[in-house]
């Protein structure tokens, strides 16, 4: 991307070391055992990720420096934490196959964030309409999925999640430690595929609104301060699936090209045999 600066701009680097931060202290809570706050820590990590960029658009200090930097700090965030969270609450009861996952969730991170950043180095063409679409799961959105999973369960009985409690955890739900090892593989399928996701980036929130996008930003906002980890969850659930969805339509509409074009054909064929026809009649 040629209109990318060089050097170090402090305020959006602030937001990024705010995320890189995070996402270590989640790492040392979830050595600790202390796995709601290594959770919580994921997401506030997820604030800062969303926040940089922004600044340093809003700001104009883009740079290959922010871009690097951001990228290495979603690894440690996005790819690590979560990685060791599940290592330390799940993956460990799974011997070498627990190990093989965790780090292949990392590899997976580093490879998408990889792509993400080669693809952002490439000459911009004016004459293709700006994409609103990341190719592949973001790492922000996989590691939500995990830290909003384990939140989720913060709930339960109002028990905190930590070594002591996780015998508890596994007599009482043992669907989560069977199933999170095959999620951890599904997300990390997902990040270096190329299924379409929503990257939001070009959303005018200084534009007027409807009165409709005002009441459902009040209620999302109610949802969260009432269920903050139901409806966390089920925000990053409904953004991984929607990769599916917009498969689905882009299917669809395919499709239905497909069925018209041959429509089309069948038309100008039938057209054609009349017009040899007649000519063939009217000649003799």
């Not at 790492?27 to 969303?50: P, R, T, Y």
């Not at 609104?209 to 301060?225: D, E, G």
């Not at 239905?256 to 026809?277: P, R």
Request: proline letters at 4%; a positive charge; one cysteine or more.
């Amino acid at each position: 991307m040629s209109s990318l600066k060089k050097g170090l701009y402090v305020l959006p680097s602030m937001f990024t070391a705010g995320n890189l931060t995070s996402g270590l202290l989640s790492v040392i809570c979830a050595i600790n055992g202390n796995f709601n706050a290594s959770a919580w820590f994921i997401m506030l990590a997820i604030i800062f990720d969303m926040t940089d960029g922004r600044v340093a658009r809003l700001t104009k200090t883009m740079s290959k420096f922010g871009m690097e930097f951001d990228s290495l700090c979603d690894l440690t965030s996005f790819g690590i934490a979560p990685s060791i969270l599940m290592y330390q609450l799940v993956l460990n009861t799974k011997g070498n196959i627990g190990v093989a996952i965790a780090i292949l969730f990392v590899i997976a991170s580093a490879i998408r964030l990889a792509k993400f950043n080669v693809k952002a180095m490439e000459p911009i063409d004016e004459s293709k309409p700006k994409s609103d679409m990341f190719s592949g799961l973001p790492t922000p959105a996989s590691a939500g999925l995990i830290a909003s999973f384990v939140l989720s369960y913060e709930i339960f009985d109002g028990t905190v999640l930590n070594f002591k409690t996780i015998p508890l955890l596994m007599k009482k739900i043992p669907f989560f430690f069977e199933t999170m090892p095959v999620i951890m593989l599904f997300l990390a399928f997902l990040m270096v595929s190329t299924v379409p996701y929503g990257a939001f980036k070009h959303i005018k929130w200084t534009r007027p609104k409807s009165i409709q996008v005002f009441f459902l930003t009040i209620v999302f906002l109610a949802l969260v301060c009432t269920y903050p980890q139901n409806t966390i969850f089920i925000i990053f659930l409904l953004y991984v699936l929607s990769g599916f969805a917009v498969l689905l339509f882009r299917g669809y509409k395919i499709r239905k090209s497909l069925a018209k074009t041959k429509k089309e054909n069948k038309n100008k064929y039938f057209y054609y045999i009349i017009k040899v026809l007649y000519i063939k009649f009217y000649n003799n």
